[in-house]
């Protein structure tokens, strides 16, 4: 059997917090999502009580 090596290319240049700002915008679309989805089904609740 052969054996493969995994070459892993880190890029050094100044696009090292990229990733994670993209990471948070994410969250932050996911999270605002999930808060207006919440506050649609509560007032559709408080709405029939």
Known sequence: MSSTKVHNHKQTG?????????????????????????LVLFGLYMGRV
């Open 14 to 38: 100044g696009e090292k917090e990229t990733p994670r700002t993209g990471t948070w915008i994410s969250l932050g679309v996911v999270a605002a999502v999930i808060l207006f989805t919440y």
